[in-house]
């Protein structure tokens, strides 16, 4: 069954969502699509969503540092054929460098910063590394114009760079406890990156701005709330910043379980909660505590309907996400994480064409 979809991509469905405001849909943003998908939808090799080769949401390394997005005018043809409101411009993992001994620089993913000592092979990102991805974003915004898809920054992973890549978990939360200074001081030369870019990403004219940071699981918080309070909040609001004094709304992405910290992501003006992992969040139960105070995308399990359904099971999930969401307004359609490559393919459709079946508020 190919994609039928009802209207047009408009990034200002999206913006008015954002806002509290009802349009003429439910808007879709997807973060991912994978190359498969991608492939079964425009008929040729394209990539990813979020690059033309390699996988940026899994990793750094210096090869997806350097490697290019999608070609937008094969994005553009995407969000028509699935109803996608914007289109992304990655730039998750901070780059820090470190010096080899054969005197090569290297973007470090093998975990290998551990002390205060180490800190000093520490290279911070450099101008050069924004100025690549602020060219990327005016391409995006050159090609979409006259389209009403909008373009937006995913970003600002200063947490999650660190103890993914830099430090690895385990170290990274036992220094949390054992030297919380050696934890700030490599956050911050995160935090510095992230707040160049994002400046520089609203002056070229994102349409928003979509800030990500894996800071819970299944259960809650990585960190107790009250630390994470004090040493997260302060450096994400430097990054929100320039996307909120310009009027330029803020969505935030974590998965896990996310309740402690709610009501600090609406007070420091996030406009939208991404993706309401379902493994932690029952979405009833958001929508009534959270659904008239903030926008909330996602929910859509990757798991089950999507992998391990059938096009049935996708098709009642999807009607009963909407059933509950939609009332009211506040809410984005996606996935739970994204359309990855093991979606069965007639799943994924079975998923879009329900949506557009469903999602107007007319």
Known sequence: MPFKTYGKPNINRLLATFRGEIPDRVPYFEVLIEDKHV???LGKS???????SGDAAKGTSDEVAAARPMDPKDYIQVCRAVGQDAMIIE??????????EDGTLHIINDRSIKSRNDLENVIPPRKEDIDVKVGFIKEYLEAAKGTNIGVTLLTGSFFQTNYEFVVGLTDFMVKIVEDLEFVEKLMDIAVDYYVKLVKAACEAGIHFLFAADDVAYKSGLFVRPELFKKIWRPRAEKIFAPALKKGIPVMFHSDGKLDSIMDMLIDMGVSCIHPMDPYSIDYRDYKKRYGSRIALAGNIDIEFPLVKGTPEDVRRDVIEHLKV???G???VFCSSHSIVNYIPVENYEAMINTFHEYASYD
């Open 325 to 327: 969401m939609k009332p």
């Open 91 to 100: 730039a998750l993992w901070a780059p820090l460098r470190k010096m080899e």
């Open 46 to 52: 394209a990539g990813n969503t979020l690059g033309a």
């Open 39 to 41: 492939e079964h939808i």
């Open 329 to 331: 307004g506040r809410y």
